[in-house]
């Protein structure tokens, strides 16, 4: 059975880094192109960034530019979000997901990882 | 960026009823549009994409139409295991934008 496993997630102060892993099981990593999206306290879901299968292509949010960095190790089966500078507005559940083709939708979503930034 | 503007914000329908949900791109998007449902406190999921094509598992009483720019997702009999916030999202181009959401519940 395809899924996806999160971890890395926690409590971490503003202005200081995060990094989230996702680790697939059932399927192989290095056939997709895989997203992180975040979804803030009671709010609606916000797509964060893409990979593509192969790791040549990335695109980010406006808000997160310049601060994460999306990245993956398909020997590992795992893709990463390395998140620098966090601040308040940083604190959600994210979301890894896999994403069809480069071009689609996400099939398959990890279980969430929680994120609260806070002093 | 293309804006996805998702209507009504909430509803809330007896069990049986027929419920619409619309969704409008800023800019046509042709057929690059999915709907996910997500339950409380609960992963979202797949419902629909290529805006009609229904995704594996997912009961008969869910269908999307349109293209361009307007869309819509219909529930043809309300359950009361629909109740759930749904989403549509443009995959057509960077970035892959959600709509702000649609909370259905039981009347």
């Known amino acids: 059975q395809a899924q996806l496993v999160q971890s890395g997630g926690g409590v971490v102060q503003p202005g200081r880094s995060l990094r989230l892993s996702c680790a697939a099981s059932g399927f192989s990593l290095s056939g997709y192109a895989m997203h992180w999206v975040r979804q803030a306290p009671g709010k609606g879901l916000e797509w964060v960034a893409v990979i593509s299968y192969d790791g040549s292509r990335q695109y980010y949010a406006d808000y997160v530019k310049g601060r994460f960095t999306i990245s993956r190790d398909n020997s590992k089966n795992t893709l990463f979000l390395q998140m620098n500078s966090l601040g308040a507005d940083d604190t959600a559940v994210f979301y890894c997901?896999?994403?069809?083709?480069?071009?689609?939708?996400?099939?398959?979503w990890g279980q969430g990882t929680v994120v609260i930034v806070s002093s | 960026d293309v804006q996805m503007t998702q209507s009504p914000s909430s509803l809330s329908a007896s069990v049986g009823d027929r419920v619409t949900i619309t969704c409008r791109a800023t800019q046509g998007i042709s057929n690059y549009l999915a709907w996910y449902q997500q339950k409380p406190g609960k992963v979202p999921k797949l419902v629909i994409y290529?805006?009609?094509t229904l995704q594996s598992g997912v009961p008969s009483r869910f269908s999307g139409s349109g293209s361009g720019t307007d869309f819509t997702l219909t529930i043809s009999s309300l359950q009361p295991e629909d109740v759930a916030t749904y989403y549509c999202?443009?995959?057509?181009?960077?970035?892959?934008?959600f709509g702000q959401g649609t909370r259905v519940e039981i009347k």
């Open positions: 999202q443009k995959y057509n181009s960077a970035p892959w934008t």
């Open positions: 290529d805006a009609t």
């Open positions: 997901a896999r994403g069809w083709s480069f071009w689609g939708g996400f099939d398959i």
